[in-house]
């Protein structure tokens, strides 16, 4: 999975601050619709973030086709659709786009969710922040931005950001994601202020530390798991689920490490974009996504955080106890989710912008 040049994209919802200022029940399951649906389900949706299994047991299931087309970004997702493109029935935005979506009209109600699965939903997401009566989204998978530590090369405790600011010894063993709010998010937390700290002061220390830190580093990268599966780096920033891809793949020399000082928690959900072809299927396959069963298929496939509350499920085995998997609410207690600020926005272009052209 991949969350690419975010920056670019909160700049264009900047811009569209400042520039613009019929119920129905869904009781049926699935068999019950399939006479009436689509004979294919179109998914837009990041690369590798559906099991095969899964996909394959709905398709058997609806007797449908699900054809799938990807994206390696927010800001390609929302650039696409708002380039008019048609024919998608579901889409997987990041919490942080859905509130655009929904005020640009690219997306569109669900109507009343009379759905028992709803009820297996963790209480993190049963009424989420950014959508808190599911009245455009249903919540599919989350994680968190943290350390992939190579222990080839690293003996000792890692627990802290400070492994990506203050171990120059390590030049040219560590990596940031070429991701503007992850690499300034980082930089706020290990300084001590909040994820979507926005004032100048903290932004000038950030810069500093940004700066100092460049000197050393090996590279931002659009994409962690080659570093990691060549065993190439010591210290990366990455994505929970691609660390745990990569150790149980690849490399088993890399862990993922929470860090003390906090980071971002991030969450993604399905939604229906406007004009979608088929959105009652794209229904039925929201409502599959929240059994439990598919949820274990999914997580031991990907390795994100599942939505659906499975942790006490035995076919997890030591699963169960991977805290980059299920992480305590005290190991969370220091992550955020981020915001949307048009103000904070318009900073993170320029830093980034003075960052990269140093």
């Not at 989420?128 to 992939?148: C, K």
């Not at 979507?196 to 050393?216: H, P, T, Y």
């Not at 439990?292 to 076919?315: R, T």
């Not at 926005?345 to 052209?357: A, D, G, P, V, Y």
Request: hydrophobic letters at 45%.
């Amino acid at each position: 999975m991949m969350k690419l040049s975010r920056w670019a994209l909160l700049l264009s919802l900047f811009i569209f601050s400042v520039t613009a200022c019929t119920k129905s029940g869904d009781k049926s399951p699935i068999a019950a619709s399939v006479a009436a649906a689509p004979k294919v389900l179109n998914l837009y949706c990041w690369a590798n973030y559906f099991s095969p299994d899964v996909i394959k047991r709905f398709e058997e299931k609806a007797k449908v086709k699900v054809n799938m087309d990807f994206f390696s970004s927010n800001e390609e997702l929302l650039a696409k659709l708002q380039a008019g493109a048609r024919g998608y029935d579901l889409i997987v935005p990041t919490a942080y786009l859905v509130k655009a979506l929904k005020e640009l009209k690219l997306i569109v109600p669900l109507g009343r969710l009379d759905w028992p699965e709803l009820q297996t939903l963790t209480s993190r997401f049963k009424a989420p922040d950014f959508d808190a009566t599911h009245e455009y989204t249903v919540p599919y998978s989350w994680g968190t931005t943290g350390i992939a530590v190579n222990r080839a090369k690293i003996k000792t405790k890692v627990d802290s950001l400070s492994w990506f600011f203050d171990h120059p010894e390590l030049k040219g063993q560590v990596t940031m994601l070429d991701d503007a709010p992850s690499v300034i998010g980082a930089a706020l937390k290990y300084l001590g202020y909040p994820y979507n700290e926005g004032g100048d002061e903290a932004f000038a220390k950030v810069k500093a530390l940004l700066s100092k830190q460049k000197k050393f580093l090996k590279s931002y990268t659009p994409e962690s798991q080659p570093v990691l599966e060549s065993g190439e780096v010591a210290i990366a920033q990455a994505y929970s689920g691609d660390v745990l891809q990569v150790k149980n793949r690849k490399n088993p020399n890399i862990d993922f490490v929470l860090p003390k000082e906090g980071s971002e928690l991030f969450v993604d959900s399905l939604a229906i974009p406007t004009g979608a072809p088929a959105p009652e299927l794209a229904k039925e396959f929201m409502r599959f996504t929240l059994q439990k069963d598919v949820a274990l298929i999914q997580v031991k496939h990907l390795f994100f955080s599942p939505v659906v509350d499975i942790v006490k499920m035995p076919e997890l085995g030591a699963l169960a106890d991977n805290i980059a998997v299920f992480p305590s609410d005290a190991s969370l207690s220091k992550f955020e989710m981020m915001q949307e600020n048009p103000e904070r926005i318009e900073k993170i272009q320029r830093l980034w912008t003075e960052l990269k052209s140093m």
